[in-house]
């Protein structure tokens, strides 16, 4: 099973790649995952990117792709990923169309969870956070605020910059701008599985597990 996740900040794309990874046997490959592990592996191609992020850069397309290819023409992937954080743009699709094509990989979907922008904002300006253990909690669905202590361990909880509901705007704006075209560039290939991702963790879950299953042949 090889699945490419897509799907805005805010909707739960990393706890759907944790569960399918364990539920379907293949590992949950994300870009930060890769581009660590690169880096802790002290490569010619490692050592660069790691220059490049200690530099608070983001890693240019070339040494990205170069770094996806390395990680899915290894063992770590042979019997299946799931992809998560790339591609991002429309030239990385295309340049992983090319990897795919190298490497033989002839079958693979496309999940995209979506949800409505106001949503997401919902869901993110109410995500609240325990600066000293990372914690996050809901304030809507944990009756909590900010300023409000950690009821684990009594600091005061905060909420990141990232989560404000302009910031969660101008990502959500980029977010369409770049995505949009590699969603279009993938369905007009019949490979897009589209998932409402508005329920509950374990009903998206069961949602996405169903569409693999019904795409995947026998």
């Known amino acids: 099973m090889r699945v490419l996740l897509f799907g805005p900040p805010g909707v739960g794309k990393g706890t759907q790649a944790k569960l399918l990874s364990e539920e379907l046997g293949v590992p949950h490959i994300s870009t930060g995952d890769m581009l660590r592990a690169a880096a802790a592996g002290g490569t010619d191609l490692g050592k660069q990117a790691k220059a490049i992020m200690d530099n608070g ?114 990502r959500l704006k980029v977010y369409h701008g770049t995505t949009a075209p590699i969603i279009h560039y993938y369905r007009a290939a019949g490979l897009v599985l589209s998932v409402d991702g508005t329920g509950s963790i374990d009903v998206v879950n069961r949602q996405i597990k169903l569409m693999l299953q019904d795409s995947h042949p026998a």
């Open 57 to 170: 850069n983001l890693v240019p397309d070339d040494i990205m792709i170069a770094v996806v290819r390395e990680v899915l023409a290894g063992p770590r992937a042979a019997g299946g990923f799931i992809l998560d954080g790339f591609p991002r743009t429309l030239p990385q699709a295309k340049a992983l169309s090319r990897i795919f094509e190298d490497l033989n990989i002839r079958e693979f979907k496309v999940v995209n969870i979506n949800v409505e922008d106001e949503e997401v904002i919902r869901r993110l300006s109410n995500r609240l956070v325990c600066p000293k253990d990372g914690h996050i909690f809901n304030a809507e669905t944990n009756g909590l605020s900010r300023e409000e202590p950690c009821p684990l361990c009594g600091t005061p909880l905060t909420q990141r910059d990232d989560d404000r509901e302009q910031t969660v705007r101008e």
